[in-house]
């Protein structure tokens, strides 16, 4: 499993986990999460997150945080890479606010493909 943390300001990171092959998943290949944390003085809170965890469904599905729970906001309408970073990125500036753009553009091209 390939894991790792990528600062987007001072409050916020992508922390994104690529698991390892497996069948089951047709498309990319393996199970993928990007979640998007804000870090707080004693612990790291949730703000939403991105996975192919549905093996029955290609594209993957984001998941924002509301009133604790992860509740399933929409899909991604795409299997191209690219356009599904760039529609996550509009994602997360919505949540985070349009002034962290250009930190959230540069944090979400640092993301590799799961296909790999």
């Known amino acids: ?3 790792g943390c990528i600062p987007i300001t001072k409050d916020f990171e992508l922390e994104y986990r690529y698991y390892d ?3 089951g998943y047709k498309y990319f290949n393996r199970k993928f999460e990007i979640i998007v944390l804000e870090k707080k003085t004693l612990k790291k809170q949730y ?3 991105m996975d192919n965890a549905n093996t029955r469904q290609m594209m993957p599905r984001v998941y924002k945080a509301s009133s604790g729970n992860k509740k399933l906001d929409f899909g991604i309408s795409t299997l191209n890479w ?3 970073k760039t529609k ?3 994602y997360i ?3 985070l ?3 962290k753009r ?3 553009k540069r944090a979400v091209s640092k993301l590799s493909s799961p296909k790999l």
């Open 1 to 3: 499993m390939e894991r």
């Open 21 to 23: 092959r497996d069948p």
């Open 47 to 49: 703000v939403m997150h």
């Open 82 to 84: 690219n356009d599904i």
């Open 88 to 90: 996550f990125t509009d």
């Open 93 to 95: 500036i919505t949540e």
């Open 97 to 99: 606010g349009e002034k």
């Open 102 to 104: 250009e930190h959230v």
